[in-house]
C-alpha cells in the first residue's frame, strides 16, 4: 500500500523546540512550510494536521500533541478514523543509534530505547515506515537517555541536520512517489554528511 500519512514525532511547546527528540517535528515542519501547507487541529485525534495535494492524491501531514512518549494513541486514533492501515504510515523521528544527519528508512524492528516508537509499537504493532534520522551517539556515554534526547542540539549538530534538510524532503518525496523499497535502497547507504551535494543520493 502506498504511503498516505507522514508524521513526525516530537513533544509540544515552545520548551522543547530545537531538542533532539522534536527531530521530527522540525522536518515535517519544513515540508508543510516548502509546500505553504497551514495545520489545524484535529477533531478526532490529538494531532495537528496539514493536506498535501500531491499527484492526483492527498496525503496527511501529522504532529501528534500528545508527549512522544503517548504519540501511539493519537496516531491509531487518526489511522482508524480515517480507515487506513499501518503499512500507509511513515513516522519521522530522531534516532540515537546513527550518527549525526544520518538518514535510514526501515519497516520492522525493535523500538531501539525510543518512547514514541514503543508507544507506536504498543498501538499499532510493526508495519508503519521508519524514517530515522540520526541524533547519535550520546555525549557523554554516561549522560542519562531522557537528559540526553530532551536537551538542545548543539549548534554544530544542528548546522549537520539542517544541511541536510532538502536530502530529507527529497527522501520523503521518493518515498511517496516510488515507494519503499526504492527509498530504501537509495536512502541507505552510508554516506558522509558533509560529502559535496553532488555525491550525495
Not at 143 to 152: A, E, N, S, T
Not at 158 to 179: F, M
Request: net charge neutral.
Amino acid at each position: 500500500m502506498s504511503i498516505s500519512v507522514l508524521a513526525g514525532l516530537g513533544n509540544p511547546g515552545g520548551d522543547y523546540e530545537g531538542t533532539r527528540h522534536n527531530v521530527g517535528f522540525h522536518v515535517i515542519d519544513a515540508l508543510a512550510a516548502r509546500e505553504s501547507l497551514s495545520w489545524s487541529s484535529d477533531r478526532h485525534a490529538n494531532v495537528l494536521t496539514a493536506r498535501w495535494n500531491r499527484e492526483g492524491r492527498t496525503l496527511l501531514l501529522v504532529k501528534p500533541q500528545s508527549y512522544v512518549n503517548e504519540s501511539g494513541f493519537a496516531i491509531r486514533r487518526l489511522l482508524d478514523f480515517h480507515k487506513l492501515s499501518v503499512s500507509s504510515l511513515a513516522v519521522i523521528y530522531d534516532d540515537l543509534t546513527l550518527d549525526v544527519a544520518r538518514l535510514k528508512v526501515t519497516v520492522s524492528g525493535s523500538a531501539g530505547g525510543h518512547n514514541g516508537v514503543q508507544s507506536l509499537l504498543d498501538h499499532l504493532e510493526n508495519g508503519f515506515v521508519r524514517f530515522r534520522i540520526g541524533i547519535g551517539p550520546r555525549k557523554p556515554p554516561q549522560i542519562d537517555l531522557k537528559d540526553f534526547v530532551l536537551g538542545k542540539i548543539p549548534a554544530e549538530d544542528r548546522t549537520q541536520i539542517d544541511s541536510q534538510i532538502s536530502k530529507y524532503l527529497s527522501g520523503l518525496d521518493l518515498l511517496v512517489s516510488e515507494g519503499v523499497a526504492a527509498a530504501m535502497n537509495q536512502l541507505n547507504r552510508k554516506t558522509n554528511p558533509n560529502e559535496p551535494e553532488q555525491q550525495k543520493l
